[in-house]
Every structure is written in C-alpha cells, then in structure tokens.
C-alpha cells in the first residue's frame, strides 16, 4: 500500500513564504508523476502544480511566477515552494502521486495566509 505524507503547511502573513514535502511510501515499481492539488472552503478542488516523471511542469495560473514544484524521483518526493503568498492561496494542500497507473492521495496538510 503507498502512503503520502505531507508537511510544511502552517500560518503565514500575506507576502511570506512556505514549503510543503510530500514523501511517497510504500511498494512502487514506477512513478509517472506527483503534484499538489488545494481545497478551499467551500470550493472545488483545483491543481496548483504537477511534476512528471521527466519533470516536465504544469501549474495553474493563479500561481505562475509565485509556486515552484519540485521533485526527487530516487526518493519518490515532491516539494512545492510559495513565495508572495495571498490570502486567496489559503486551502488544505493536497499531495497526489501516480504511481503504477493508480492516483494516490496524501491526507492534506493546512495553508493559511492572514495577516
């Protein structure tokens, strides 16, 4: 069974920075990408930033410029750096690996930004 595991999250003010890990364990034979999706209250889920396996990136518009995603594929871990941060950034941050052509799911780790 593959497990995720997120840190990082916490509070911040409006324009400071954090960096959320996600580590992946667990059997994985072969990994096709991770990434980090966000929840807001009340809203849908949305993506932030995807990294695949070449390390090719994807990131939504609203954080283009701000959020950087990397990746250790030896280690199977993904890192997601905000900087200017806005209060609309605050949402649980979900991690999401695809590994072996299934989508696994970490348990989300809080970002709040209040000043």
């Known amino acids: 069974q593959v497990q995720l595991v997120e840190s990082g999250g916490g509070l911040v003010q409006p324009g400071g920075s954090l960096r959320l890990s996600c580590a992946a364990s667990g059997s994985i034979y072969r990994s096709y990408g991770m990434g980090w999706y966000r929840q807001a209250p009340g809203k849908q889920r949305e993506l932030v930033a995807t990294?695949?396996?070449?390390?090719?990136?994807n990131y939504a518009d609203s954080v283009k410029g701000r959020f950087t995603i990397s990746k250790d594929n030896g280690k199977n871990t993904v890192n997601l750096q905000m900087n200017s941060l806005k209060l609309e950034d605050t949402a649980v941050y979900l991690c999401n690996g695809r590994f072996d052509l299934h989508d696994y799911w970490g348990q989300g780790t809080q970002v709040t930004v209040s000043s």
């Open positions: 990294i695949s396996s070449s390390g090719t990136t």
